[in-house]
């Protein structure tokens, strides 16, 4: 059974950091293109980094440049969101999704349809 699973989500002060971990299992994720994406209330899930199968491309959306990395330990099976420099506004659910075969670049970011296989989510908030 296809799975991944999120976690490492909480609460945190502003500038402060988490790390997100998206754990697969049912499958490799050697050949997925991984994206992370966030759903804060009342808005639309949106793609804040991908990761592509390939060759090691990233994106990252320009709210989270700088601040956010990901990366992944094929060992493990598991994809990594490190988040540093925390704002109020990062605030939301975040999701992992992988799609088999996807391309990601700075020019070619996630989009929702595209990926077949989500995680059930964990929260971020970000508050003092």
């Known amino acids: 059974q296809v799975q991944l699973e999120e976690s490492g989500g909480g609460l945190v002060q502003p500038g402060g950091s988490l790390r997100l971990s998206c754990a697969a299992s049912?499958?490799?994720?050697?050949?997925?293109?991984i994206g992370w994406f966030r759903q804060a209330p009342g808005k639309e899930r949106e793609g804040v980094s991908c990761?592509?199968?390939?060759?090691?491309?990233?994106y990252s959306a320009d709210s989270v440049k700088g601040r956010f990395a990901i990366s992944r330990d094929n060992a493990k099976n598991t994809v990594y969101l490190q988040m540093n420099a925390l704002k109020p506004e990062d605030t939301a659910v975040y999701y992992c999704a992988a799609s088999l075969g996807l391309y990601c670049s700075d020019t070619y970011p996630p989009r929702v349809y595209e990926y077949h296989y989500w995680g059930q989510g964990t929260q971020v908030t970000v508050s003092s």
């Open positions: 049912g499958f490799t994720l050697d050949f997925y293109a």
């Open positions: 990761l592509s199968n390939s060759d090691g491309n990233t």
